[in-house]
């Protein structure tokens, strides 16, 4: 009787687990149609970033760029929809995304402002004639919020400003093959020859917070499944104010490309 009554109550604590995440999924099925019938849709989407943080225009200091690649930068982003009539032309969506926003270029520079870091650990701050390599590697939590217009059942096209936090921020690399003149163009002259490089590191002084605009368009492949394409263009300098080492603004301009899914 003893074994018997035990495996009953196997049997029933199997029943029961098995059956609470059915419940579970109804009721969260139940909630999303009801969230549907009142006008919200919710969704997820998941792409690469692929651009760059420049000046605009380019300055007299870059002189030409010899070098550039994209690196892999992932962004995933949750998002909630709210449509203003029953035939859903307009409306408004909240999105939350973490984003990743890389490059690495290569660039002649004249007369460049530059801080760098000697073989023995002091620093050097003037004027840099040469080649400059740049890693920019920055991770941001960024929100959205886009004004949507659905010009057809598979087209729709969004625009709206967005605010993005730095979570971790690396703007880094190495100046070679050219010269550093210590304070201004008439001081002192540092030359790096052959295998001679100095390295800079401009981390430390990003600004936290980034806003600017965001215009996309998405297409609805399958029921759920969509295809999209965001512009996101930063409007405020990747620089904290005060820091004035880099003497010209520099905006972060990437397209994000990726797939979408609507519950």
């Known amino acids: 009787m003893k074994r018997q009554y035990t495996i009953s109550i196997l049997i029933l604590l199997t029943i029961c687990i098995g059956t609470r995440p059915a419940y579970a999924q109804e009721e969260r099925n139940q909630g999303i149609i009801q969230s549907y019938l009142h006008g919200w849709e919710y969704g997820i989407k998941a792409g690469f ?46 999105g939350v ?13 004249k007369n460049y402002g530059m801080k760098i870091i000697n073989t023995n650990g ?20 960024t929100v959205p919020v886009l004004a949507n217009y659905n010009i057809s059942k598979r087209w729709t096209l969004s625009a709206g400003p967005y605010v993005s936090y730095l979570l971790d921020g690396d703007f880094s690399g190495h100046v070679y093959e050219g010269h550093l003149r210590t304070p201004d163009q008439t001081g002192s002259r540092v030359d790096f020859t052959g295998e001679s ?45 005060d820091f004035d080492t880099v003497t010209f603004a520099m905006y972060p301009i990437y397209l994000n490309v990726g797939f979408g899914y609507a519950f």
């Open 97 to 109: 995304s973490l984003e990743n926003k890389h490059m690495t270029t290569e660039a002649i520079t």
């Open 49 to 94: 970033n692929i651009g760059g943080t420049s000046p605009l225009p380019l300055p007299n200091e870059i002189r030409s760029i010899e070098g550039y690649n994209p690196g892999i930068a992932i962004s995933i982003e949750g998002r909630a929809t709210k449509w203003f009539d029953e035939t859903k032309k307009w409306g408004v969506t909240l």
């Open 197 to 241: 490089v100095a390295t800079y590191d401009f981390s430390n002084n990003l600004r936290n917070f980034q806003w600017g605009m965001q215009l996309g368009g998405e297409w609805k492949a399958f029921k759920h499944l969509t295809v999209y394409a965001d512009l996101k263009w930063g409007l405020n300098d990747i620089f904290q104010k």
């Open 122 to 141: 002091g620093e050097l701050e003037g004027l840099w004639t040469g080649r400059v390599k740049t890693k920019v590697k920055n991770s941001y939590l």
